[in-house]
Nanobody
Framework: QEQLVESGGGSVQTGDSLRLSCGASGSTFSTAAMGWFRQAPGEEREFVASINWSGSSTYYADSVKDRFTISRDNAKNTMYLQMNSLKPEDTAVYYC???????????????????????WGKGTLVTVSS
């Protein structure tokens, strides 16, 4: 059974770093494009970053470019989001998602709330205080 589980969230201060992990179970994910999304309180879910199946192509929302890095290790069935220079506006529940049809390049242009993604984790909360 395909399943995604996020971990690594927590409460930090402005300028700190966190690394989120997304563990994948099931055979689907090694060939799936994957992405990170986030939803702040009272806001719509938004795209953060995406990565193709091999990890050779990555894409970022402008708001996180040069601060966040997405990566994956298919041998460990895990995707990561390294978040540096965190800001209070990064406070949100972070979700990982995967899909066999939506490409990493297209992911950011798809529509909320599901962005066309088939598989979703339950999210991990990141809180950044000033």
């Amino acid at each position: 059974q395909e399943q995604l589980v996020e971990s690594g969230g927590g409460s930090v201060q402005t300028g700190d770093s966190l690394r989120l992990s997304c563990g994948a179970s099931g055979s689907t994910f090694s060939t799936a494009a994957m992405g990170w999304f986030r939803q702040a309180p009272g806001e719509e879910r938004e795209f953060v970053a995406s990565i193709n199946w091999s990890g050779s192509s990555t894409y970022y929302a402008d708001s996180v470019k040069d601060r966040f890095t997405i990566s994956r290790d298919n041998a460990k069935n895990t995707m990561y989001l390294q978040m540096n220079s965190l800001k209070p506006e990064d406070t949100a529940v972070y979700y990982c998602a995967a899909d066999l049809i939506v490409t990493a390049k297209a992911m950011g242009a798809m529509s909320a709330p599901n962005f066309g993604m088939e598989y979703w984790g339950k999210g991990t909360l990141v809180t950044v205080s000033s």
